[in-house]
C-alpha cells in the first residue's frame, strides 16, 4: 500500500510521478463511487477546500471528520479509528498533532489502509509539492526537474513546513538558505530531515540566524506564520524573537531582481510579512492555494496507480 507521509519516504521516482500527476490531463472517473476519509485534529481552510475538490475532480467524494467526532485518543484509539475507516475507505487523509499517529494507523490496519499527510507536528508534505509545482511554474515553465541551482530563502519560524520545502527542494538540486533566530531553527533528527540527505546530486542547505544573509541573491523568498495554532500562549515572546525577521519591501530588495515571495498561509499580515509584500505582483501567493489542489489529484493518482 502506498502512502504520502513525507517528502523523505517518498524515491525520487515515486515523486516524480507525483508531480506529472498532479498536472497532468485526468481522468475524471478514476475515483467514481469511491470516497476519501479526510480526517481534521487540526482546521484548515485551504487543506480542506483543496483536498475535497480533488477528491470531487477525480470522480470521488469526500467525508469529512471533525476532532470532535473522533477524538482520537480520548474518544477512542487512533488504531481503532483506522480500523473503523478502513472497513469504509480505501483511502484516508489527516491533519494531525502527532506524526506518530500515522505509524500506528499503518500497523493497526497493516497497511491495508493507504494515508495521506494533510499536516502533522514533524511535516507537510503536500504543501511542500504544491510549493515546488508553484516555484516551477515562476522559473521554468511548469518543470520541476529544471529547477537545479535555483536559490529559496525560508526565514522566519522554521516549521513543519520547513523542513518538507527543504527537503523536496534540496532533492531537486536546489540550494536552501533557512534565516532563524536561536530556538527557531530547524534541528537534526526526525522523519523529515534535510540535514540527513547524502546525495551528492542534491542542492546545499544553509542555516543562519541572518535573514539579511538568508534572502542575499535569493530566486524565492518564504516565511510562515509566526504563531501557528497551539503556540497561542508563546505569542508575544514570539513576535519579539522574530520581529527581525519580517518579510518586508526592504528584505525582499535584497533578494534577486526577480524574486518571488511565498506563503503557505494563513497569514498574519503586519507580523511575518507586511502586506505590501503579500499583495505584490511578485507574491505568487494565490498560486500556491490553486497548486494545493494540484498536488492533492497528483497524491490521489499516484496512490490509484494512475499512470497520466
Known amino acids: 500500500?502506498?502512502?504520502?507521509?513525507?517528502?523523505?519516504?517518498?524515491?525520487?521516482?515515486?515523486?516524480?510521478?507525483?508531480?506529472?500527476?498532479?498536472?497532468?490531463?485526468?481522468d475524471d472517473q478514476l475515483m467514481?463511487?469511491?470516497?476519501?476519509?479526510?480526517?481534521?485534529?487540526?482546521?484548515?481552510?485551504?487543506?480542506r477546500a483543496s483536498s475535497s475538490s480533488a477528491?470531487?475532480?477525480?470522480?470521488?467524494?469526500?467525508t469529512i471528520f471533525g476532532d470532535e467526532e473522533i477524538g482520537l485518543d480520548t474518544r477512542e484509539s487512533a488504531e481503532d479509528v483506522a480500523r473503523t475507516l478502513e472497513q469504509m475507505y480505501s483511502i484516508v487523509a489527516l491533519r494531525l498533532k502527532d506524526h506518530a499517529v500515522f505509524a500506528r494507523m499503518a500497523h493497526a490496519t497493516e497497511n491495508r489502509l493507504a494515508l495521506i499527510n494533510l499536516l502533522s507536528d514533524m511535516a507537510h508534505p503536500?504543501?511542500?509539492?504544491?510549493?515546488?509545482?508553484?516555484?516551477?511554474d515562476s522559473f521554468a515553465k511548469g518543470n520541476v526537474h529544471d529547477l537545479r541551482g535555483l536559490e529559496v530563502a525560508y526565514v522566519g519560524d522554521a516549521t513543519n513546513v520547513?523542513?518538507?520545502?527543504?527537503?523536496?527542494?534540496?532533492?531537486?538540486?536546489?540550494?536552501?538558505?533557512i534565516g532563524a533566530p536561536a530556538g527557531y531553527q530547524i534541528q537534526p533528527g526526525g522523519v523529515e530531515d534535510p540535514g540527513s540527505l547524502s546525495d551528492p546530486k542534491i542542492g546545499t542547505l544553509?542555516?543562519?540566524?541572518?535573514?539579511?544573509?538568508?534572502?542575499?541573491?535569493?530566486?524565492?523568498?518564504?516565511?510562515?506564520?509566526?504563531?501557528?495554532?497551539?503556540?497561542e500562549s508563546q505569542a508575544k515572546q514570539r513576535r519579539k524573537k522574530l520581529r527581525s525577521f519580517r518579510v518586508t519591501t526592504e528584505?525582499?530588495?535584497?533578494?534577486?531582481?526577480?524574486?518571488?515571495?511565498?506563503?503557505?498561509?494563513?497569514?498574519?499580515?503586519?507580523?511575518?510579512v507586511t502586506d505590501e509584500v503579500l499583495d505584490a505582483t511578485y507574491?505568487?501567493?494565490?498560486?500556491?492555494?490553486?497548486?494545493?489542489?494540484?498536488a492533492m489529484i497528483g497524491a490521489l493518482r499516484w496512490i490509484k496507480g494512475d499512470e497520466g
Open 1 to 26: 500500500m502506498k502512502h504520502l507521509v513525507t517528502i523523505a519516504e517518498l524515491s525520487l521516482e515515486d515523486l516524480a510521478s507525483i508531480y506529472r500527476l498532479a498536472t497532468a490531463p485526468l
Open 32 to 47: 467514481v463511487g469511491q470516497g476519501v476519509a479526510l480526517v481534521f485534529e487540526r482546521p484548515s481552510l485551504r487543506t
Open 55 to 62: 477528491i470531487h475532480e477525480l470522480g470521488g467524494y469526500a
Open 126 to 136: 503536500t504543501q511542500a509539492i504544491a510549493d515546488v509545482l508553484t516555484i516551477a
Open 162 to 177: 520547513t523542513r518538507s520545502l527543504a527537503v523536496a527542494l534540496l532533492r531537486l538540486g536546489v540550494n536552501v538558505r
Open 206 to 231: 544553509v542555516l543562519t540566524g541572518s535573514a539579511e544573509e538568508a534572502v542575499a541573491g535569493a530566486n524565492v523568498v518564504y516565511t510562515d506564520a509566526w504563531v501557528s495554532m497551539g503556540a
Open 251 to 272: 528584505l525582499m530588495q535584497r533578494a534577486d531582481k526577480g524574486a518571488i515571495f511565498m506563503h503557505c498561509l494563513p497569514a498574519h499580515r503586519g507580523d511575518e
Open 283 to 294: 507574491s505568487k501567493i494565490w498560486t500556491q492555494v490553486r497548486h494545493r489542489r494540484s
